[in-house]
């Protein structure tokens, strides 16, 4: 995991230049989230776990919904940065340092609803590791609670291993903000280096390096029911609204 600590530590405090507004990012993710919810029959003030949080941004717009939000994450300085944000929204969130592998480490109590956003599984990368990770959120989830993830669409990129993303492209006060990813496949593995270049009244470039695994849908799936849910369900970005196809899990 040294890599991929090593890539959000660094990251951490311009993660949020990856959104043209973040604040509204949050609002807006928070809303498909709750929507989502509300159809496997939970609204705010359910307890919720967001075992791979970042700097917040399903979280904070989670908590200003109500949600009683605890969040969680391996890098130290992303936690710094989500505690800095949800005081300035306004909102409580119980943070934690834990690694989504280990949970039970740090949290005894279930949870009606554990997410785990933003593509954070396929950092596992080994087989053996997203098992591990898998069985140690399922069991923080409660019976009948749900599990809501989001992953790239790798059944599809495995077809073409692309050698880059498309770039984002946001206009700023000074200039504009260009952000893009290259990808350099080894097998079902790649590294991914995210580029932010600050083009504004002086060009700066920040260069972040780290690994992911593709994990296909049905290795997901499989997973989810061998660690105890019974039943899975994946949206496409077309049904959700969310940026990347997402798997419930009910228990």
């Not at 969130?93 to 005894?108: C, G, M, P, Q, V």
């Not at 923080?140 to 599990?147: A, C, S």
Request: aromatic share 12%; glycine share 6%; proline share 3%.
């Amino acid at each position: 995991m040294d890599i991929i600590q090593s890539f959000y530590n660094n990251l951490a405090s311009q993660y949020d230049k990856l959104f043209a507004d973040w604040q509204l990012e949050t609002h807006q993710q928070g809303a498909v989230l709750d929507k989502l919810f509300k159809k496997y029959g939970y609204s705010s003030g359910a307890s919720l776990l967001d075992c791979a949080c970042g700097i917040g941004t399903q979280s904070v717009g989670l908590a200003a919904l109500g949600y009683c939000v605890t969040a969680s994450d391996i890098c130290q300085p992303e936690l710094d940065q989500a505690l800095q944000r949800a005081k300035n929204a306004n909102v409580s969130i119980d943070l934690r340092a834990a690694d989504f592998r280990e949970l039970e480490k740090t949290f005894s109590q279930q949870f009606d609803i554990v997410i785990c956003m933003d593509n954070a599984l396929p950092h596992m990368l080994s087989a053996n590791d997203l098992q591990k990770a898998i069985k140690s959120i399922a069991d923080r989830v409660k019976k009948e609670g749900i599990f809501v993830a989001s992953i790239r669409d790798y059944d599809a990129l495995l077809e073409t291993k692309p050698p880059y993303s498309p770039p984002y492209i946001h206009k700023t006060e000074k200039g504009q903000r260009v952000s893009f990813q290259t990808w350099e496949w080894i097998g079902e593995k790649y590294k991914l280096i995210q580029y932010i270049v600050d083009d504004e009244e002086s060009l700066s470039v920040s260069k972040f390096e780290c690994e992911y695994r593709a994990t296909r849908r049905d290795e997901l799936t499989k997973l989810l029911l061998d660690s105890g849910f019974g039943e899975v369900d994946w949206l496409f970005p077309e049904e959700s609204g969310f940026y990347q196809p997402i798997v419930i899990a009910k228990k």
